[in-house]
């Protein structure tokens, strides 16, 4: 996921530090409603992940 979001934000010119944190806000959001980008994390570790 670190991956992945350090990706993204490699690509823009953040003027500031607040302005860096909002994006990074804005991504983790983004990713937060996408299960499938989630779930292949998961199995990238070889993990498994039961729901409680």
Same mark, same amino acid.
């Given at each position: @996921?670190? $991956?992945?979001?350090?990706?993204?934000?490699?690509?823009?010119?953040?003027? =500031?530090? +607040? =302005?860096? $944190?909002?994006? =990074? &806000? =804005? &991504?983790?959001?983004? @990713?937060?409603? &996408?299960p +499938?980008?989630? +779930?292949?994390?998961? !199995?990238? !570790?070889?993990? !498994?992940? !039961?729901?409680?």
């Amino acid at each position: @996921m670190w $991956a992945n979001l350090k990706n993204y934000l490699g690509n823009l010119a953040a003027c =500031t530090v +607040d =302005t860096l $944190a909002e994006l =990074t &806000r =804005t &991504r983790l959001k983004k @990713m937060q409603y &996408r299960p +499938d980008l989630l +779930d292949g994390f998961i !199995t990238e !570790t070889g993990l !498994t992940w !039961t729901p409680p």
